[in-house]
């Protein structure tokens, strides 16, 4: 599933070709994705303006002339393609089987959400009622607002019996994160995905909330991770897990503590490890992850 900084950088794609313009024509291809479609979707939509464009957790928010906003998921593998005007009087971009929703602008672009296997999500939402949107009541700061800070994070663990892998992966907690970059951060701040996440205060907090931005903030730069549905807004493969340190790479060398060997004699090599938590692979060191 394309995490946040796949969302994000999906989002600022979409942006340059959306802020300001109009939705001429939108056409809808199916009754529904994961859920139905809203009545009259594409009716609703078509002759609105796109006032701006942002992102909540991994949900893309489009702000309309009319105060409604346009929520869309991406679910497991759900795409945002931009098809230029000038590929479109050449015929040379045909609609897909999986093209479930095009959008079609003043300037003649094409913005088609594709998603094979259905698990994408799109809703029209009064603005007023935005924060009180089911898929969205409750969430966590954004953890790269001002908002997400050391002591707010060790606030939101207090009392937590669970694993601090389990708790980050709370939208309650922290809104976006999932799984790949909960395991890199993680592996930053050198804290075991099996602590108790009530342990995580003080220093601890402190640590992870600088390594939980350091590592999404360099996926973003990079244009998100390539995973193998996952593409940009304009068709480019992002490229970041080429610096994964821990996730994927079970069986393989820590980094880390090869550096520290490297400084002294005779350690031995210390490899990466994999555990299932709820349900989902965890990548850590247990040397130096603690």
Known sequence: MPELPEVETVMRGLRVRLDGRRLVKVTQRRANLRFPFPDKFAERLTGRRVESLSRRAKYILMQLDDGQVLLCHLGMSGRMIIIDAKDLKDDAAPWEKHDHVIFETDQGDEIRFN???????MDLIDGDELNAHKLLKGIGPEPLSNAFNGPELARRLEGKR?????????????????NIYVCEALHIAALSPKRQAYTVQGQRAERLVAAIRDVLGRAIEAGGSSLRDYVQADGELGYFQHDWVVYGREGESCRRCAKESDASDGKKEVLIQRLVQSNRSTFYCASCQR
């Open 115 to 121: 998603d094979a296997r259905r698990f994408g999500a």
């Open 162 to 178: 669970s694993p601090i892998k389990a708790a980050l992966l709370d939208q309650k907690v922290v809104a976006g994160l999932g």
